[in-house]
């Protein structure tokens, strides 16, 4: 059974630029759910996408936003990226209607200049 | 909103003592609480989840019994190794998982031989 994995592991950006993560989740899984985690902080929930649509949304604003294609695979897409972006960006996988039990990937470290 | 709050870290304790992390929880309805881990550098595994009232997870020696007339999901250990030395989240997911997890903010543990 593969994980969630995540690519790439670290990433450096200037504001205002724009950025790709990408993640593939743990197989059998159809959901996917992208989490920040800030420096000493818990990790805060992004959205979440189940078959290709956007499912659910925490409080971040539209220039965060993501895709889910057919393979169940997702990318988180940032713009305009400012320097409080600079976080580990992390991607859960789950199967719906499992008690909502997520596995996570071991993020992506973004730093922004 | 939903919310968790535990006790702030550093938790410095030595090798085979007794360990609880205190968790407790505000969410409307019944959610599913958890425990994560994160070692340095790495993404998060879960430790142990329970889905409803008076359900007790266990793993790996860890064990939290949700508690609904308290709000709590405590986290205890009878005898804490060096490898235990991570820092802890506590979670919960309610309204179907389609707002992802709430995290609190994390308690860091160092287990001294």
């Known amino acids: 059974e593969t994980g969630v994995t995540q690519s790439p592991t670290h990433l450096i950006k200037t ?16 959901t996917v759910s992208w989490y920040q985690q800030a420096l ?3 990790p805060q929930f992004i959205f979440q996408y189940y ?13 965060f936003s993501g ?9 988180l897409n940032v713009n305009a990226l400012e320097l409080d972006d600079s976080a580990l960006y992390l991607c859960a996988s789950s199967l719906r209607g499992t008690g909502e039990t997520q596995y996570f990937g071991p993020g992506t470290r973004l730093l922004v200049l | 909103g939903d919310s968790v709050t535990q006790m ?15 968790c407790t ?22 430790l142990l989840k329970a889905t409803k009232a008076d359900d007790k997870g266990s793993n790996k020696g860890f064990e939290a019994t949700y508690r609904k007339e308290t709000t709590s999901f405590h986290l205890e250990k009878g005898s804490v190794q060096v490898s235990d030395s991570a820092v802890y989240f506590c979670a919960l997911a ?19 031989p």
Do not use: M
Not at chain 2, 34 to 43: A, H, K, L, S
């Open chain 1, 15 to 30: 504001r205002g630029q724009q950025v790709t993560l990408r993640c593939s989740s743990q197989s059998g899984h159809n």
């Open chain 2, 8 to 22: 702030e870290g550093p938790v410095t304790l030595s090798e085979e003592a007794f360990l609880t992390i205190n």
């Open chain 1, 51 to 63: 078959r290709e649509e956007e499912n659910g949304r925490g409080n971040f604003p539209p220039r």
């Open chain 1, 40 to 42: 000493g902080q818990g």
């Open chain 2, 25 to 46: 929880y505000t969410a409307t309805g019944y959610p599913s609480l958890f425990w994560y881990v994160q070692y340095p550098g790495e993404g998060l595994q879960l």
């Open chain 2, 94 to 112: 309610s309204g179907g998982g389609a707002d992802g997890l709430t995290f609190g903010k994390g308690t860091h543990l160092i287990i001294q």
């Open chain 1, 67 to 75: 895709l889910q294609f057919p393979n169940y695979s997702s990318e």
